[in-house]
């Protein structure tokens, strides 16, 4: 049987099992480390692509062109 642990968040006692909190941390590294790499695909993206985005206030609808930068 797997422990369980509780702790007070926001005025209220939360309690959840050893796997569960594993499951929750694995969660939130895959999530960090998601984001750091689109991060850094931006980043590559931007360095290389001259972008510009056009919105459209009334429809909200926008249009995005891009093409690689000269060197």
């Given amino acids: 049987m797997g422990s369980i642990v ?3 968040e926001a005025d209220e006692v939360r309690c959840e099992g050893e796997e569960e909190r594993r499951a929750r941390e694995l969660e939130e590294r895959i999530k960090q480390h998601v984001e750091a790499k689109i991060q850094e695909l931006l980043q590559k ?3 290389e692509y001259e972008i ?3 919105l459209d ?6 249009v995005g062109r891009w ?3 000269q060197s």
């Fill in 6 to 8: 509780c702790w007070y």
């Fill in 45 to 47: 993206l931007v360095q």
């Fill in 52 to 54: 510009e985005v056009s």
């Fill in 57 to 62: 206030p009334n429809t909200m609808k926008g």
């Fill in 67 to 69: 093409r690689r930068k």
